[in-house]
């Protein structure tokens, strides 16, 4: 089974701090994706990456930066944190796209921005 | 609006009975996923299905591309049941898009 790890799994930040969400995946896959869950908005996807050293933007990237330094781990930065952000954040991995393989996801992590 | 729908939004079961969850899409689509998501949090992949009829177990996943809509059926519902099912399409145009719905909240009682 593969295996992604997020860090922290929870977090509280101060409006206007800077947050790094870490992952970390042991599978080889070379796709990592940032989600944020929100009540009433399901899953949306902020960034993605399909090779070390590139991102790509998803649906919702304002705000968001995001950084791929290995194929194994994938960073999400807010460089400004606001209360807009608060929202549970997933990172998830594939061999592929949707299309020819499954995600697998990490536990994901709590950020609270006060 | 919303491009991927599902329905219901909640689904309260007696353990034993079946459910059929729907999914429908108003968009367009190269391929998609149900996916279940535990009580707490951690999400789970379920089916990749672009067409056809899958099953695994219980659950049986039919997707019909041309009428852009697909189906998640469990049968003999189990209390391990309860949780969040979501259905999410991928597209490729000028960009890459992955768009969930926002999931049928399932509760088993037993």
């Known amino acids: 089974e593969a295996a992604v790890t997020q860090s922290p799994r929870s977090k509280v930040a101060v409006t206007g701090g800077k947050v790094t969400l870490s992952c970390h995946q042991t599978?080889?896959?070379?796709?990592m994706y940032w989600y944020r869950q929100d009540t009433g908005h399901g899953l949306r996807l902020i960034h993605y990456s399909y090779v070390a050293d590139s991102t790509e933007k998803g649906d919702i990237p304002d705000g968001y930066k995001a950084s791929r330094p290995s194929q194994e781990n994938f960073s999400l930065i807010l460089e400004l944190a606001s209360l807009s952000q608060t929202a549970v954040y997933f990172c998830?991995?594939?061999?592929?796209?949707?299309?020819?393989?499954?995600?697998?996801f990490g536990h994901g992590t709590k950020l609270s921005v006060l | 609006g919303q491009q991927v729908q599902q329905s219901p939004a909640s689904l309260v079961l007696q353990e034993g009975e079946n459910a059929e969850l729907q999914c429908n899409f108003s968009?367009?689509?190269?391929?998609m996923q149900w996916f279940y998501q535990r009580p707490g949090g951690s999400l789970v992949s379920l089916f990749y299905?672009?067409?056809g009829t899958k099953h695994s177990g219980r659950l049986t996943s039919t997707t019909v591309i041309k009428e852009r809509r697909s189906s998640l059926h469990i049968s003999s519902s189990q209390t391990t049941d309860s949780g969040t099912y979501l259905c999410a399409l991928e597209r490729w145009t000028n960009a890459y898009k992955v768009i969930f719905g926002k999931g049928t909240h399932l509760h088993v009682l037993p």
């Open positions: 599978n080889n896959h070379d796709y």
């Open positions: 299905n672009p067409s």
């Open positions: 968009t367009s689509l190269n391929s």
């Open positions: 998830a991995s594939s061999s592929g796209t949707l299309s020819n393989e499954r995600l697998f």
